[in-house]
Each structure stands twice: as C-alpha cells, then as structure tokens.
C-alpha cells in the first residue's frame, strides 16, 4: 500500500470483496429472482400506485425492491420501495416494513433519507421515498482520492445524521457502505432503515434474532457489532461499532479482521478477535485517528464512544487541532498537542517537559480521582440507559415519543432512583439542564441546573469546577428564559470560581468572561428600552445601551478573545462567538462602525470552518442583521435574517425560540415595507411557536403587539383590539407600571378602541370580533 497502485487496487479488492458479502439477493436462485421480477413488474405496470409513473428498478435487497418513479403531481424523482414478498409475506414482515416507514416518519435531517407516503396496492406494500442519485459511500471514497481530512469530513456527516437518529431513540443496526449513498456534491444520505429499531422499545433480554443470523444479518455480518455477533441485548453503541468499521474500512482499505470463511468463525472474530491497528495498513494515519478508530471498535460496549454524537465530537475536535476526548486521560498527550498547536519557543516548552517529572509525584492520588469519576460516569450511564429501555409509549398518548417527553420521563426517574447517589443525581441533573435548553425549553433547564448546583454544593465546601460549569450553564438559560436581573449572579460566582481554580489566561475563565458579557449586554438592553421613547424605531434600543454594562461587557470580551486566540487560534467557533459578542457590545456603545467589522468578520469566519457549523452560523447571522435593523438596512437585514431562519428551520426542535426570533423579525420587516399580508403570515408562525414554549414572554407579547399594529394597518381594528389586550396583560404581568412597553400597549388598545368608534356609524353597527 505504499504506492498509489497498490492502495487503488487494495480499495477495489475490499469494495468488490464487501459487494460479495453484502448482496443478500445472490441467496437466491436465478430462476426464483426472474420470478419475483415478472410478478412485481405485473403489478406495477398495471399502475395501481395512483399518482406515481414507475421508470425503472434501482436495487433488489432481501426485505424490499426499490424503484425510481416519477410523481406526476410535482413531476419530481422519487424511489418507491416495495415489499418483497407481496401478498405472501408474513405478518412479522409487513410489521417490519411498515416499522421502517414509521422510523423514518419520526426523523428530520438533510443527509436521512424522508419517507413521503405509503400505502399498499394490490397488496403489495410500498413506501414513497427521496430518490437519491450518488455512489456508495464506499466506492465514492476508493474512486474520488479524497485524502485522510476530507473522508473525515465526510464521515462527520455521516455521524451526525446517526446522532440524529439516536436523539429520536432509533438504531439503525445495519450500516454499511451500500446503505449510505454520496451524492454529486459530495454529500451523504443515511438508507435503509429495514433493520433499525426504537431505542425505547429493546429491553434486556430481548430476542434479536431478526438481526442475527437471519437473511438480512449475513449480508451486514462484516459490520456488526460484537454484542449482535453474541445474540446479546444491544443499544445505540452498536451503530458505533458499525461506523468504526466503515471508517477503519474508508481509511485502510480493509476489515479490522478477516471477513471470509464460515459464518461461524466470523462471528468469533467479531466478538473477540482485536482489530489490527490501522497504522499498519497505512502509515499516514496519526496516533489521534488511530485512537479514534480503536475507540469505537472497542469490544467492551462501555469502553466505546457511548453515541455517534461522541463520535462526532471527537472527529470535530481533531479537524480543529484541538485534543480529542478519547486520549484525554494523558498528561503527555495533552502536553504535546499544547505545544503543537500554541508553537511555543523551544525554550519554553523545555520547562514544560520538566514539569514532568513533579507530576509523577502525584499520579498514584490522580489514579483513584480518575477511578472514581469513572464510576460515576458508567454508573450516570447506566442510569440513562435503564431510562431509555423503561420508556413506555403510553407516556405521550401514542407512539410518537418526542424527546420533550422522554426527558420528563428521565427528570422524573432520576427524583426517585438516585436519591443515594448525589454525585450520580448532579451530573445527571446538569445533563437533563443541557437537553432541556438545547430544546429551548429554559425554564425546565433551569429547574435542573438548579437542582445540580444545589447538590454539588452539599458534595463539596470548596471550589469545584463542575460546579461553575453548572453556574455558568444556570446563568445562560436565565438568560435565554429573559430572567436577565437573576443571571448574572450565577455567571459572576462561576466566574469567580474560575478564577480561582484556573489561570487568568485558560480557556475556563475565558468562558466564563464570554457567558457574563452576554448578560451583561442583555441586561444593558432592557435598561435601554426603559429609558427609550415610546416612538423609538425598531433597533434604535441599541444606542440607549446602559453606557456601564456595555463597558465592563466590552471589557470582558476582549480580555475572553486575547485568550481564545492565544490558545485556540484566529480560526476557532469560539473565536467567532466572542467576536460576534463584541460586535454587540459595540453596538451598544453606538461605535457601528466597529460593531459592524466584528459582526461580518464573525460570519465569515463560521463560513470558512470546517465541518457542519450551521446553527452558529444561524447565530451570527442574527446579530448582523440586528446591527443592520439599527442602521435602516431592511434589504441586507432581510437577507440576514432569511438566511438564519432557513438554518433553524431545518435544524433546530420544533417551535424553538430562536426560530421565532428570525421569524418575528422578518415580520417586521415586511410590516416596515408595507406588505402586511406576509407580515402577519411570518408574525402569526413566530406567534405560535412562542406560545408553545414562551406563553408568558416578553417575546410573545412583541409578537401580539405587532400582530395588533398589522390588523389596524387594515382596518381590523376589533381583531387589533384582542391583541392589544393579550399583549397588555402579558407586559403588566412582567414590566413595571411605568414602562415604555406597557405605556406604548395602552396607547394602541385606546387607539383600536378610537377608530372602532369612528366605524360604527359607517357600518351600522359594533363590528364583530373575528
């Protein structure tokens, strides 16, 4: 494999090899196959698939044929996908085929392939589904030349489409090369979801003999799993083994072990023979890509990335130049991937490497501190998993379990299983806190950081910095939830802690100077508007910013981006989102010139990154374009914010808030252009998001109010009139009596109420509320 020949034919050896391996269809004799053909074909040209005009079949696998067809309504491709065996499958079969339809009915994700109908005619069974045009992944990689950075590229969006997967409790169980199709622009879709299962629905003991040494198991046998080579209960770390043998098979151009022979020994091999290391095979591959491969084909299920998520960070982390999780535990490690990616003077990192042999006098009570957070950290695993596999689908009324409900399930769990183990209960609680605020759904995060700091400060007396992470997390989702007054404390004792346990110069403190910024410049807004007339145009809070927070913030943040440049480089998320920050600061100090720089230098900067950075780069988008709103640029603003809006659209949890942030804000801007009909249609949708997880916020209140002005631009003064009046109750509920908000909501209830009056005796009468 030391010449580009040798590594060409390596890669066409093992395609051809897995091709064998994986065709279940050559079970089947030739004769019967034409038959299957002739009776399907019979079927389908006598067109009983209403609506769809079937050109060709595409592929024939052990579950299912799959054909492209043309949707005559839209006269878009699609594939239909169609039961194999027909009238005669048995109900175990149809109940298989009809799971996949409902698997992927659940899962939303750009590189996952989207199941538009199903049916069954003539009782042939069929699923309606995105028609893919692209190479499997594996002959993509051998014929493309792509080097070892940009498979991984790739394979990170792989990754993250399996995570997605994961969150929505669904294994897929078969992946292999065949089952992920690259298309033209080089971009990866997730197929075949004939063998995945709900997470919530496998239980200990569970039969999974439909995964084992049944047809569609055989063809996959390559790339199972040891538990599913054992006939053992299985989880979301199955699909992790699986992508390490894709990964190991994209990068080496071979199986972690032989492949061939009886079934019998291969299922040896898979449950205990250790995988050769991949350097071997090529030596341009690090010690970090070695280690992330051995991570996931660790035979031990504990001993893996415990979710693709996992996976993918650690992928993200080494495209980055950052140190990868799975190598964590090695002082010497670190220390050399500090020295790399800081280039610190010889001189320098020579008093480093003395530092070495003061630390040896330590590793003996390091050892048992590692041992003992790794016992909590399999036994909060277990927790999570017992969680997952108790799950009743009964919980949401259907079959349908969002994460919303299986996160209440495991908040209410973790109440009454880990009131011995506070440690466990912590961690657990900061965990639930993060999920809940990734959702959007601040104010149950906050309930759980709550609770988290509450028992690490029982645990410990002194400074913990598990605990300032938990501050630090508590203050931003106050923040988030609009309880600007009540963040800061916990931002500035995390902060404080920090400072303490870690030097001024780290990446902790950084972090927490960014996190109290933040709120620092919130809080500096709701003064502003405070003090702003009730006419103020829209974005014009921004020059009343309270001068003092949006010093100290302005302050905060330069000493955070000195930092993170110093130790993450110009080219950094991190970077990015403190450049963003400073960019607002500014702008509240009316230095738009400035604010500007930073804010367009902060979007390019997510745009030129690697890896998939959409939803911050949604983010930054939203700060440009508020900074545009200030200055009267409603065309750029309205780009900003389309752009954004489109992101979150698709990546973020139904009814987030920061999608109907973009969406109130593009409401305004057509109600500033005078197309009201669109600023109602966008207002209306932001309305009903807010209303599903923010009913009592200032943000729902903003969004009544402009609904309320939209209705009196048109003359439906009795509609304005109910709006006005949600609006003011929410802002009398909130704000004090004399601010501007409630000041403004009253003059255009009056208002309403005036030219109601003033119709009455053109229409004869009180007009009726719609």
Same mark, same amino acid.
Request: with cysteine.
């Given at each position: 494999?030391n010449?580009a020949g040798?590594?060409?034919?390596?890669?066409?050896?093992?395609?051809?090899?897995?091709?064998?391996?994986s065709?279940?269809a050559?079970?089947?004799?030739?004769?019967a196959?034409a038959?299957?053909r002739?009776?399907?074909?019979?079927?389908?040209?006598?067109?009983?698939?209403?609506?769809?005009s079937?050109?060709?079949?595409?592929?024939?696998?052990g579950?299912?044929?799959?054909y492209?067809?043309?949707?005559?309504s839209?006269?878009r491709?699609?594939?239909?996908?169609?039961?194999?065996?027909?009238?005669l499958?048995?109900?175990?079969?149809?109940?298989?085929?009809?799971?996949?339809?409902?698997?992927?009915?659940?899962i939303?994700h750009?590189?996952i392939?989207?199941?538009?109908?199903?049916?069954?005619?003539?009782?042939?069974?069929?699923?309606?589904?995105?028609?893919?045009?692209?190479?499997?992944l594996?002959?993509?990689?051998?014929?493309?030349?792509?080097?070892?950075?940009a498979?991984?590229?790739?394979?990170?969006?792989?990754?993250?489409?399996v995570?997605?997967?994961?969150l929505?409790g669904?294994?897929?169980r078969d992946?292999?090369p065949?089952?992920?199709?690259?298309d033209?622009?080089g971009?990866?879709?997730?197929?075949?979801?004939?063998?995945?299962k709900?997470a919530?629905s496998v239980?200990?003991?569970?039969d999974?003999?439909?995964?084992?040494?049944?047809?569609?198991?055989?063809?996959s046998?390559?790339?199972s799993?040891p538990?599913?080579?054992?006939?053992?209960d299985?989880?979301?770390?199955?699909?992790?083994y699986?992508?390490?043998?894709l990964? =190991?098979q994209?990068?080496?151009?071979?199986?972690?072990y032989?492949?061939?022979?009886?079934?019998?020994?291969?299922?040896?091999?898979?449950?205990?023979?250790?995988?050769?290391?991949?350097?071997a095979?090529?030596?341009?591959?690090?010690?970090?890509?070695?280690?992330?491969?051995?991570?996931?084909?660790?035979?031990d299920?504990?001993?893996r =990335?415990q979710s693709?998520g996992?996976?993918?960070?650690?992928i993200?982390?080494?495209?980055?130049?950052?140190p990868?999780?799975?190598?964590r535990d090695s002082?010497? =490690?670190?220390?050399?991937?500090?020295?790399?990616?800081?280039?610190?003077?010889?001189?320098?990192?020579?008093?480093?490497?003395?530092?070495l042999?003061?630390?040896g006098?330590?590793?003996a009570s390091?050892?048992?501190?590692a041992?003992?957070?790794?016992?909590?950290?399999?036994?909060?695993?277990?927790?999570?998993?017992?969680?997952?596999?108790?799950?009743?689908?009964?919980i949401s009324?259907t079959?349908?379990l969002t994460?919303?409900?299986?996160?209440?399930?495991a908040a209410?769990r973790?109440?009454?299983?880990?009131?011995?183990?506070?440690?466990?209960?912590?961690a657990?609680?900061?965990?639930?806190g993060?999920?809940?605020?990734?959702?959007?759904?601040y104010?149950d995060a906050?309930?759980?950081?709550t609770?988290?700091v509450?028992l690490r400060?029982?645990?410990?007396?002194?400074?913990?910095?598990e605990?300032a992470e938990t501050?630090a997390?508590?203050g931003?989702?106050?923040?988030?939830k609009g309880?600007?007054?009540l963040?800061?404390?916990?931002?500035?004792?995390s902060?404080?802690i920090?400072?303490?346990?870690?030097?001024?110069?780290?990446?902790?403190v950084?972090?927490?100077?960014?996190?109290l910024?933040?709120?620092?410049?919130?809080?500096?807004?709701v003064?502003?508007?405070?003090?702003?007339p009730?006419?103020?145009?829209?974005?014009?809070?921004?020059a009343?910013?309270?001068n003092?927070?949006?010093?100290?913030?302005e302050?905060l943040?330069?000493?955070a981006?000195a930092?993170r440049?110093?130790?993450?480089?110009?080219?950094?998320?991190?970077?990015?989102?403190?450049?963003?920050l400073?960019?607002?600061?500014?702008?509240?100090l009316?230095?738009?010139?400035?604010a500007e720089?930073?804010?367009?230098?902060?979007?390019e900067q997510?745009?030129r990154l690697?890896?998939?950075?959409e939803?911050?780069l949604?983010m930054?988008?939203?700060?440009?374009?508020d900074?545009?709103r200030?200055?009267?640029?409603?065309?750029?603003?309205?780009?900003?914010?389309?752009?954004?809006?489109?992101?979150r659209?698709?990546?973020?949890?139904?009814n987030?808030?920061?999608?109907a942030?973009n969406?109130?804000?593009?409401?305004?801007?057509?109600?500033?252009?005078?197309?009201?009909?669109?600023?109602?249609?966008?207002c209306?949708?932001?309305?009903?998001?807010?209303?599903?997880?923010?009913?009592r916020?200032n943000?729902?209140?903003?969004c009544?109010?402009?609904?309320?002005?939209?209705?009196?631009a048109?003359?439906?003064?009795?509609?304005?009139?109910?709006?006005?009046?949600?609006c003011?109750?929410?802002?009398?509920a909130?704000?004090p009596?004399d601010?501007p908000?409630?000041?403004?909501?009253?003059?255009?209830l009056q208002?309403?109420r005036?030219a109601?009056?003033?119709?009455?005796?053109l229409s004869?009468?009180?007009?009726?509320?719609?």
């Amino acid at each position: 494999m030391n010449t580009a020949g040798a590594k060409e034919s390596g890669h066409r050896a093992w395609i051809a090899h897995a091709r064998q391996q994986s065709d279940t269809a050559d079970r089947h004799a030739g004769a019967a196959r034409a038959a299957d053909r002739a009776e399907l074909s019979s079927v389908l040209s006598a067109a009983v698939l209403d609506g769809y005009s079937i050109e060709r079949e595409i592929h024939r696998g052990g579950q299912g044929v799959v054909y492209r067809a043309l949707q005559r309504s839209t006269n878009r491709a699609v594939a239909i996908k169609v039961l194999r065996e027909g009238p005669l499958a048995t109900p175990a079969e149809r109940a298989r085929f009809e799971r996949e339809g409902h698997i992927l009915g659940r899962i939303r994700h750009p590189a996952i392939v989207t199941v538009h109908d199903s049916g069954h005619a003539a009782g042939h069974y069929y699923l309606v589904m995105d028609y893919i045009e692209g190479q499997p992944l594996d002959v993509h990689v051998a014929s493309s030349g792509r080097r070892i950075r940009a498979t991984l590229h790739l394979f990170l969006r792989i990754c993250e489409a399996v995570s997605a997967a994961h969150l929505r409790g669904v294994m897929h169980r078969d992946l292999k090369p065949s089952n992920i199709l690259v298309d033209a622009e080089g971009a990866p879709h997730v197929l075949d979801f004939g063998l995945a299962k709900l997470a919530d629905s496998v239980t200990p003991g569970e039969d999974h003999s439909d995964a084992t040494l049944t047809g569609q198991f055989i063809g996959s046998l390559p790339w199972s799993s040891p538990e599913q080579a054992a006939g053992q209960d299985i989880d979301i770390r199955t699909d992790v083994y699986s992508l390490g043998v894709l990964l =190991y098979q994209l990068l080496t151009g071979a199986f972690p072990y032989p492949v061939t022979g009886p079934v019998a020994d291969i299922l040896q091999r898979v449950r205990s023979h250790p995988p050769q290391r991949p350097r071997a095979l090529r030596r341009e591959i690090g010690d970090e890509v070695e280690t992330i491969l051995l991570t996931c084909l660790q035979k031990d299920p504990m001993r893996r =990335y415990q979710s693709a998520g996992e996976l993918a960070r650690d992928i993200s982390h080494y495209l980055a130049g950052e140190p990868i999780v799975a190598k964590r535990d090695s002082s010497w =490690y670190m220390l050399r991937k500090g020295l790399r990616r800081h280039r610190l003077p010889v001189g320098v990192a020579a008093a480093f490497m003395l530092t070495l042999a003061v630390f040896g006098v330590s590793m003996a009570s390091a050892r048992l501190r590692a041992e003992r957070e790794a016992d909590k950290a399999q036994r909060v695993l277990a927790f999570v998993r017992n969680m997952l596999a108790g799950i009743d689908v009964d919980i949401s009324g259907t079959d349908e379990l969002t994460v919303h409900e299986v996160l209440d399930h495991a908040a209410a769990r973790a109440e009454s299983e880990l009131a011995d183990q506070p440690a466990v209960a912590a961690a657990v609680h900061h965990t639930l806190g993060k999920q809940y605020a990734a959702l959007g759904l601040y104010q149950d995060a906050e309930r759980h950081y709550t609770r988290s700091v509450a028992l690490r400060r029982s645990l410990s007396a002194g400074d913990d910095p598990e605990l300032a992470e938990t501050l630090a997390d508590l203050g931003a989702a106050l923040q988030d939830k609009g309880d600007i007054a009540l963040a800061e404390a916990p931002a500035r004792e995390s902060l404080a802690i920090r400072r303490r346990l870690f030097a001024e110069s780290s990446l902790e403190v950084a972090a927490s100077l960014h996190g109290l910024a933040a709120i620092l410049i919130d809080e500096g807004f709701v003064r502003a508007v405070a003090m702003a007339p009730i006419d103020a145009p829209q974005g014009a809070g921004a020059a009343y910013l309270a001068n003092a927070r949006a010093t100290e913030a302005e302050r905060l943040l330069r000493a955070a981006l000195a930092t993170r440049r110093l130790r993450l480089g110009n080219e950094h998320i991190d970077v990015a989102a403190t450049t963003a920050l400073l960019g607002w600061s500014l702008m509240g100090l009316g230095r738009l010139d400035e604010a500007e720089r930073a804010l367009r230098d902060s979007v390019e900067q997510v745009r030129r990154l690697p890896g998939d950075n959409e939803r911050d780069l949604a983010m930054h988008l939203t700060f440009l374009s508020d900074l545009l709103r200030s200055r009267g640029e409603l065309a750029e603003e309205e780009k900003a914010v389309r752009e954004a809006a489109d992101i979150r659209a698709r990546r973020l949890a139904a009814n987030h808030p920061a999608l109907a942030w973009n969406l109130l804000c593009l409401a305004r801007i057509q109600y500033k252009l005078g197309n009201h009909a669109a600023a109602e249609t966008a207002c209306r949708s932001a309305l009903d998001m807010y209303i599903a997880r923010r009913p009592r916020h200032n943000d729902t209140a903003d969004c009544q109010q402009l609904l309320a002005r939209i209705c009196d631009a048109q003359g439906r003064h009795a509609e304005a009139e109910c709006w006005w009046q949600a609006c003011l109750e929410i802002r009398r509920a909130l704000l004090p009596p004399d601010h501007p908000d409630q000041a403004f909501a009253e003059q255009g209830l009056q208002s309403s109420r005036e030219a109601q009056r003033a119709d009455e005796p053109l229409s004869g009468g009180a007009p009726q509320v719609p």
